[in-house]
């Protein structure tokens, strides 16, 4: 059974800075793509960024320069570190992640972060 399992969300104040694990229950080398969704209220789940192999490729224009996507392979777990948050980042954040041995994409249960102005 494959897991992901993200924490680190909360509440933080416009400018702040959060810093989101998904820890996965496998190896991290078997995901051929990791990455970071979220969801705000009354709005559809939207990409925030993304990773192959380890190296970042992509990120939401929004995020652009304030958020950076990572892998620790020691620990399993895939790292999101967002800086100069701002309210319109409030969303619930979703770790997802392509099994390239399985063939298919599994997604963790979400953590809640708050910016408040």
């Known amino acids: 059974q494959v897991t992901l399992v993200e924490s680190g969300g909360g509440l933080v104040q416009t400018g702040g800075s959060l810093r989101l694990s998904c820890a996965t229950s496998?190896?991290?080398?078997?995901?051929?793509?990791m990455g970071w969704y979220r969801q705000a209220p009354g709005k559809e789940r939207e990409q925030v960024a993304i990773?192959?192999?380890?190296?970042?490729?992509n990120y939401a224009d929004t995020v652009q320069g304030r958020f950076t996507i990572s892998g620790d392979y020691a620990k399993n777990t895939a790292i999101l570190q967002m800086n100069s948050l701002k309210p319109d980042d409030t969303a619930v954040y979703y770790c997802?992640?392509?099994?390239?041995?399985?063939?298919?994409?599994?997604w963790g249960q979400g953590t809640q972060v708050t910016v408040s102005s």
């Open positions: 997802w992640a392509y099994h390239q041995y399985r063939g298919r994409a599994f």
């Open positions: 496998g190896s991290i080398s078997s995901f051929y793509a």
């Open positions: 990773m192959h192999n380890g190296v970042a490729s």
